[in-house]
């Protein structure tokens, strides 16, 4: 499986992004997508995951700001990300795997194919 994400950049506080991460090749061996998010200097956090079903998780600093969505015609998963902080700059990486239990979504050596992040920067 490959992933192809897309969409970072410079924003101002209260500012918006999406971020988009298409997934190529087989496909059918994953079951999870989600988005992790890596600023300087800190371990990976998970951002928001969705499963095949439409399930999705967010990390609390995110709830009610970001919203992952999925296009299955298009095997591409979105984030659109609101009321952007300076807290959020990071680098934001887009992951996949097949996972049983919903705990699993969490935890970030649970994925087994990762894209090549995308810097998301907010400053004034």
């Known amino acids: 499986v490959q992933l192809q994400a897309s969409g970072g950049g410079l924003v101002q506080p209260g500012g918006s992004l999406r971020l988009s991460c298409a997934a190529s090749g087989s496909i059918f061996s994953i079951n999870v997508m989600g988005w992790y998010r890596q600023a300087s200097g800190k371990q990976y956090d998970v951002v928001a995951t969705?499963?095949?079903?439409?399930?999705?998780n967010y990390a609390d600093s995110v709830k009610g700001r970001f919203t992952i969505s999925r296009d299955n015609t298009k095997n591409t998963v979105y984030l659109q990300m609101n009321s952007l902080k300076p807290e959020d700059t990071a680098v934001y990486y887009c992951?996949?795997?097949?996972?049983?239990?919903?705990?699993?979504?969490?935890?970030?050596?649970?994925?087994?194919?990762w894209g090549k992040g995308t810097q998301v920067t907010v400053s004034s």
């Open positions: 992951a996949a795997g097949q996972m049983e239990y919903e705990y699993e979504v969490f935890l970030h050596y649970e994925y087994d194919y």
């Open positions: 969705i499963t095949s079903g439409g399930s999705t």
